[in-house]
């Protein structure tokens, strides 16, 4: 399925040449005018990336002329919306080589476009085709079960379950059930002839605080984040307030209403408690595979998926799974693909102030993951939003400077209060492959900024 899925990009990158160089020919021609199951947590020593340059998957076209690229984007760069403190930064993908230099090397809050980090990190540690798992498991008493969490925030709650239902359109990726869970559970009960049960919850998998180091205060009330719990449904979304200020205990109630919907009579005094070491298993649901929650998180830029998939680094990694363990994890991962020069994160979704990555190591990141060399980090070109079509870009790109690059453009979208980002990746009109990423972190005008960096990708587009 991956292998199609990329086919399907490459095709549509070679289709947008073709957009691209039509589109010049009728320019110049006067014509009228889009718990996880992984295994040991022991990492991998072999690195995906080799010293040496990048090799893109495509775009051996002529380079853009350097000095007049160069010359555009830096006044681009200077638009007064931005503020003081920008970066900005072309890169070659197929040899690495730097296009333009607009403060390369410049540390700046990265927001959002910290998930292109993460998404590196949890492709290449991970894996691609792993599956996180929420499980059901016979607890140390006769007749108890423990609803065991595995670090999925996408598990389905009910009304998720029935919403769907009703709009009649299957979600991507499609989540795991707490219903179905339930259902099976229930099943494994009955012919285990047992009724009733006593139920408790396990979210330990995750440790630590539940917020992260650099978070402001409002996130968790306003909705922006829910606490990062390894139990969890909807994201932690409740019905009566924008998130849970328990997720696990939430989950747990909520599996206990279905298990009695299911027949199964369930004590009313729902506890929280380890699972016990070795405990048979009664049931299991399991989340997309993580390329697919890869793809959602950048796509949809969810803060919730990335704390989940951050953390499974530091699982994999065998280090504490807390954010500073994450952290720790995510950076053992890039040196051994030897990209960690310039990034410096304390959580995954980019919500930390405290983050700094500079512009040539985004681009560097995006450049990596394009390359033929590492197919298992495909996903995160897949996942980044299209111009003016899909995700966090599809309301943009529809100013006079920036309308050429819908649809050319594929990039990850950096918003903090005072803090506008963009790093993505695009053919140029004459089809060479290259990434790039602007980034201000005192922004002037927040919506003359967004303006700007659209514009600088779109004059990369046309270059």
Known sequence: MRRERWVALATLALLQIFVVVAGSYLLTHDTADSPVSIASPKPTPTPLVTAGPVLAAAGDGALPAKGTLSSTLAEALGDPGLGKNVGGVVLDAKTGATLFDGG????????????????????ASVGADVRLATTVVMGKAANSITLVGGGDPTLAGPKTVADAKKSKTDPYPKPASLTQLASRTAKALKAAKIASVELSYDASLFTGPMTGPGWKPNYVPEGTVAPVAALTIDEGRSLAGPRFSDPPLAAAQAFATQLRKSGIRVDAQITQAKAPAGARELARVESAPIYALVEKMLTESDNDLAEALSRQVAIKEGLPHTFVGEAKAVHQV???????????VNDGSGLSTRNRITPAALARLVATAASPANPDLHSLISGLPVAGFTGTLDDRYGRSDSKPGAGLVRAKTGTLTGVNTLAG?????????????????EVADAGAAVAALDKMATIVAQS
Request: proline share 4%.
């Open 334 to 344: 890039l040196r051994r693909l030897n990209v960690d020069e310039g990034v410096e």
């Open 104 to 123: 390369a090397k410049t540390p700046v809050t990265p927001a959002s476009t910290t998930k292109v980090v993460t998404a590196t990190a949890v492709l």
């Open 425 to 441: 990746i695009t053919y140029t009109a004459h089809g060479r492959l290259v990434s790039f990423a602007f980034m201000a972190d």
